[in-house]
């Protein structure tokens, strides 16, 4: 069951063994995806597993090839993560061998995530290999873990990087006065961590981002706007030829001559509203930096003032078209 091309593979894998407290780790996978089916649920691909042995790791990693796994349970205070064997009892895997297991899965974990307290020596072993692992340096409470949780996929399902997940979900904790636990150990420099996005560039125009309400407007071409300014004079014309002999055919005759300004301002102003309404989708999908690229770029550094609309109309476009086709960050 490989993950579809384009969508971002999550893999929730729940662990709660006999002997052990039990956790809410149901309500916990339903918060997340509940927030990724609020974001752009097309654009993701959520798997569970529940109660699986370590022995079973290897095949689900190249059964459902994850870019995030999420580990939700027990850790003990050895670094060790508790997973159930075939009749439910605690088993607790060396983390080396954990981390082995990560290693030959070649890549294709990008992210993963140890819910479990006392998780970070696992987290540390584990990346090694993968470009970025939270984990637990102390206890959780159950309230807690399904709050970070509920905070870090809100953040994936907006886009955003990696390190912003991270540090939104420990604010979140902070909020609920809580000190947070949560460590975030990677793999290459911080500066690739901060922009490391794994949600697709691509957006379903079903979810997502708000619809521009532009109706069913689109730009006239020229010669169906030449069309319409022939049409408005000849239609005046043949209505004062057939109205001439009619009683009140002079106001019939005014009528149509004052439509032919109306008709043809129509057509022109048509197209500027669709302009505008192309340009306003387009700066909607520009992230903060560009929109402040953009307002800098619309205004004259030796005047301090504003640059005419055309300059400022060809650097919004300028910027959606170095935009196409690439993540990289404005001026990279």
């Not at 290459?188 to 079903?206: F, H, I, Q, R, Y």
């Amino acid at each position: 069951m490989p993950h579809s091309s384009g969508k971002l593979s999550i893999l929730f894998l729940g662990s709660s063994p006999n002997q052990w407290q039990p956790l809410e780790l149901t309500r916990e996978f339903n918060e997340l995806s509940r927030e990724l089916d609020a974001r752009c649920p097309s654009r993701f691909e959520l798997h569970s597993r529940w109660g699986e042995p370590a022995t079973s790791l290897p095949d689900l990693l190249d059964d459902y090839r994850p870019q995030i796994l999420h580990f939700s349970g027990h850790g003990n205070e050895l670094g060790g993560l508790v997973f159930e064997d075939e009749h439910g009892e605690p088993h607790t895997p060396a983390p080396e061998t954990i981390a082995e297991v990560f290693a030959k899965s070649k890549g294709v974990v990008r992210c993963v995530v140890l819910n479990a307290c006392f998780s970070e020596p696992q987290a540390r072993l584990i990346a090694v290999y993968v470009d970025c692992v939270v984990g637990l340096h102390d206890r959780i409470a159950d309230e807690d873990a399904i709050a970070f949780t509920q905070a870090f996929y809100s953040s994936i399902g907006r886009g955003l990087s990696l390190a912003t997940a991270f540090d939104k979900a420990t604010l979140q904790l902070s909020l609920r006065g809580t000190e947070s636990p949560a460590v975030l150990i990677h793999r290459g420099a911080s500066s690739e961590l901060a922009s490391m996005v794994l949600l697709p560039s691509s957006v379903d125009s079903s979810h997502g981002a708000s619809p521009v309400r532009t109706g069913s407007l689109s730009a006239r071409s020229p010669r169906q706007i030449a069309v319409i300014v022939a049409a408005s004079f000849v239609t005046p014309l043949c209505v004062g030829i057939l109205a001439r002999d009619r009683p009140g055919g002079e106001y019939i005759i005014i009528a149509a001559c004052l439509l032919v300004p109306i008709v043809i301002l129509a057509a022109l102003t048509r197209n500027h509203i669709a302009l505008a309404g192309s340009i306003y989708a387009g700066v909607r999908s520009l992230d903060y930096s560009s929109r402040v690229a953009l307002a800098s770029s619309s205004r004259d550094p030796s005047s301090h003032r504003l640059r005419p609309p055309t300059r400022t109309a060809a650097g919004v476009l300028h910027i959606l078209a170095t935009r196409v086709g690439t993540r990289a960050p404005l001026g990279a």
